[in-house]
Nanobody, 121 residues
Framework: VQLQASGGGLVQAGDSLRVSCAASGGTTNKYEYDMAWFRQAPGKEREFVSASLYRGNIKSYADSVKGRFTISRDRAKKNTVYLQMNSLAPNDTAVYYC????????????WGQGTQVTVSS
């Protein structure tokens, strides 16, 4: 499975940005995968941001982004998710990674290359 993330960039504090991720290959043409976003800031460990579990339409968010970020799926494109990020702050600066897993797996085992999001104050 290949993941292609896009949409990162440089914005100012308070601005909004949307990043996208599309999964292809493997069994993505047959199944909708669970998809998630993680991020890693300089000098810090990678942390969970948000996830969209296809079965049950379950969405989850880290406390740090709850109310500001929204994950959604593209109804027309299988295995494509978006992360709408509003009210961005400098501490949201990180490389954002998209991850995917089949519903039959416990852990995310497919990772994208990451997209840089930089928020200036």
């Amino acid at each position: 499975v290949q993941l292609q993330a896009s949409g990162g960039g440089l914005v100012q504090a308070g601005d909004s940005l949307r990043v996208s991720c599309a999964a292809s290959g493997g069994t993505t043409n047959k199944y909708e995968y669970d998809m998630a976003w993680f991020r890693q800031a300089p000098g810090k460990e990678r942390e969970f941001v948000s996830a969209s579990l296809y079965r049950g339409n379950i969405k989850s968010y880290a406390d740090s982004v709850k109310g500001r970020f929204t994950i959604s799926r593209d109804r027309a494109k299988k295995n494509t998710v978006y992360l709408q990020m509003n009210s961005l702050a400098p501490n949201d600066t990180a490389v954002y990674y998209c991850a995917a897993k089949g519903f039959w797996r416990d852990n995310y085992d497919n990772w994208g290359q990451g997209t840089q999001v930089t928020v200036s104050s």
